[in-house]
């Protein structure tokens, strides 16, 4: 089955297949959320899960990121829909970590549902969220980590930005966290994944 393929052309980083299969998937008229969550979401779980039994090299991991991000790039325009200014949020992955597919689907799923996203990227400094949340003034930050070590250094970035604004509103996501985390380290919300971050940021500014 097609989707059964996609996830398997995304494990073994084909990166040109999964361009032609996603765009088949499309052709079909299969969902472009069906394509994320059935197949090359899993596809990243399951090359993590080998990796961790040390049965991936690290260059197979890269090669899986380079074919999700060919496919989310195809995707892409089936999610985006028109700017509707309902609220301007700054995405960033913390200092020490360079994951960054999490985070750019929130973007996406973020933009669809008609948010103004500015994504100052990964490996951000404490320091350097603080100045972008300063000159831009975003309704909510949000921060991603994908390593239990850069996970706790979102404490440190939650404390340095309500040192200047004590209500910022501050949502966190990835793999390592979780709910719990997030309610321990004070942050204002949390969402397993991106199109669930749609419904936690319309809950932080109703
Ligand atoms: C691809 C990948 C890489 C790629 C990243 C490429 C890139 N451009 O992003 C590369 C090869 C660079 C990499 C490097 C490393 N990785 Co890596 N990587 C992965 C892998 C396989 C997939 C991550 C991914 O893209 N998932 C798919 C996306 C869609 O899911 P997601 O990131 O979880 O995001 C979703 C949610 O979490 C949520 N979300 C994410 N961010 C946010 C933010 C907000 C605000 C909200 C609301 C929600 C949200 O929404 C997203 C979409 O639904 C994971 C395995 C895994 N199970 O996660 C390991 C994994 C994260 N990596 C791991 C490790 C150990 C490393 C390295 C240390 C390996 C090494 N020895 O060098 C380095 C560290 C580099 C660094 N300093 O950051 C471990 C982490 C273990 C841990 N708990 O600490 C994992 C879990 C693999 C494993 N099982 O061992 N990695």
């Known amino acids: 089955m097609l989707l059964d393929e996609i996830k398997r052309a995304v494990r073994e980083g084909e990166e040109d297949k999964i361009k032609e299969l996603v765009e088949q998937a499309l052709a079909q008229k299969l969902q472009p959320r069906d394509v994320l969550e059935q197949a090359m979401m899993p596809a990243m779980q399951e090359i993590g899960e080998l990796f961790s039994r040390n049965e991936a090299f690290i260059s197979e991991l890269l090669c899986a990121a380079e074919a999700m991000n060919a496919g989310i790039e195809i995707l892409k325009p089936h999610f985006t829909g028109a700017i509707r200014n309902k609220g301007r949020i ?117």
């Open 90 to 206: 700054i995405l960033g992955t913390v200092e020490g970590d360079i994951h960054t597919i999490g985070k750019n689907l929130v973007r996406i799923c973020l933009e669809s549902a008609g948010y103004e996203v500015l994504d100052i990227g990964e490996n951000i400094k404490a320091q350097d969220f603080v100045k972008a949340y300063i000159k831009e003034k975003p309704d909510i930050l949000g921060l991603s980590a994908l390593l239990s070590s850069t996970a706790t250094y979102m404490e440190s970035v939650i404390r340095e930005v309500r040192a200047v604004d004590k209500s910022a509103r501050i949502i966190i996501g990835g793999a390592p966290v979780t709910q719990a985390f997030a309610d321990k380290i004070g942050a204002s919300g949390y969402a397993a994944n991106a199109f669930d971050s749609i419904q936690l940021v319309n809950n932080l500014l109703v």
